[in-house]
């Protein structure tokens, strides 16, 4: 067994023990330096540990979730804040602010994005989404939903295929790759104007790059057939940097 297949187990075995009257999510860093996840609610539904936090790398955070919670959760990666929560981001950044309460990353960004229940549906809806563009993979896994659950991915690390046109820099590096609609606006690319249905929005040769390379993620808005997973789980594993 892997040192990471280890951790996730010991992980499982430790919070199996604790009551939740809603739904966990253990959120991981397993990259190699910190990132400071944000977390923005549905409107309707509260907010989350503040909306956002420091997670080292290495380490792991248990969010409880109520029950029929919606929203998403993102990564963040190069912040500085002051001693107010105030500062900035290279990616994924809500304002300049630590906590994202009420506001969300400004892309590109890698999403995860969730509906656990309602209430007049019990099942969780989740995926992983590159419709706001990517700027590090990340996983959500369903721990004990049994058969027929779905794992919502991005493990690749698509800043390594992205092309130019949507590449994000940071003294030369690049720490993002946008999303076309984001690059260029257009209603095509951004399933908007005459393109604004299922019928007229189709995947472009940039949604058909991001498939290639994160088959389990949304490429464009109307990838639900491939992208969105479901699930009625007591706990998920969402990690950044998952193991590919």
């Given at each position: 067994m892997s040192n990471f297949k280890l951790f996730l187990f010991l992980l499982f075995f430790i919070t199996s023990i604790l009551a939740s009257d809603g739904t966990q999510l253990i959120?991981?860093?397993?990259?190699?330096g910190p990132v400071w996840p944000?977390?923005?609610?549905?409107a309707g539904h509260e907010a989350l540990n503040n909306g956002?936090?420091?997670?080292?790398?290495?380490?792991?955070?248990?969010?409880?979730?109520?029950?029929?919670?919606s929203g998403r959760i993102w990564a963040r990666q190069g912040c500085c804040f002051d001693e107010t929560g105030k500062g900035s981001c290279q990616t994924g950044?809500?304002?300049?602010?630590?906590?994202?309460?009420?506001?969300?990353?400004?892309?590109?960004?890698?999403?995860?994005?969730?509906?656990?229940?309602?209430?007049?549906?019990?099942r969780h809806y989740y995926d992983v989404s590159l419709?706001?563009?990517?700027?590090?993979?990340?996983?959500?896994?369903?721990?004990?939903?049994?058969?027929?659950?779905?794992v919502a991915a991005c493990e690749a690390d698509l800043n390594d295929f992205c092309p130019e046109k949507?590449?994000?820099?940071?003294?030369?590096k690049v720490?993002?790759?946008?999303?076309?609609?984001?690059?260029?606006?257009?209603?095509?690319?951004c399933c908007t104007g005459e393109y604004i249905s299922r019928a007229t929005c189709k995947p472009t040769a940039f949604a058909h790059?991001?498939?290639?390379?994160?088959?389990?993620?949304?490429?464009?808005?109307?990838?639900?057939?491939?992208?969105?997973?479901?699930?009625?789980a007591p706990r998920y594993v969402i990690t950044f940097c998952p193991p590919n």
């Amino acid at each position: 067994m892997s040192n990471f297949k280890l951790f996730l187990f010991l992980l499982f075995f430790i919070t199996s023990i604790l009551a939740s009257d809603g739904t966990q999510l253990i959120v991981v860093n397993n990259c190699k330096g910190p990132v400071w996840p944000g977390i923005l609610a549905t409107a309707g539904h509260e907010a989350l540990n503040n909306g956002g936090f420091r997670l080292n790398s290495g380490q792991q955070v248990v969010v409880d979730c109520p029950k029929h919670w919606s929203g998403r959760i993102w990564a963040r990666q190069g912040c500085c804040f002051d001693e107010t929560g105030k500062g900035s981001c290279q990616t994924g950044d809500c304002a300049g602010k630590l906590h994202c309460i009420g506001t969300g990353g400004e892309p590109p960004a890698t999403l995860v994005e969730m509906t656990l229940g309602t209430s007049s549906n019990p099942r969780h809806y989740y995926d992983v989404s590159l419709v706001d563009g990517f700027n590090l993979p990340v996983s959500m896994i369903p721990v004990g939903g049994g058969r027929g659950c779905g794992v919502a991915a991005c493990e690749a690390d698509l800043n390594d295929f992205c092309p130019e046109k949507l590449a994000v820099r940071r003294d030369g590096k690049v720490v993002g790759c946008k999303s076309a609609c984001l690059a260029t606006r257009e209603d095509r690319y951004c399933c908007t104007g005459e393109y604004i249905s299922r019928a007229t929005c189709k995947p472009t040769a940039f949604a058909h790059l991001f498939k290639a390379v994160c088959p389990r993620a949304y490429s464009y808005a109307y990838d639900e057939s491939t992208g969105l997973k479901t699930c009625i789980a007591p706990r998920y594993v969402i990690t950044f940097c998952p193991p590919n």
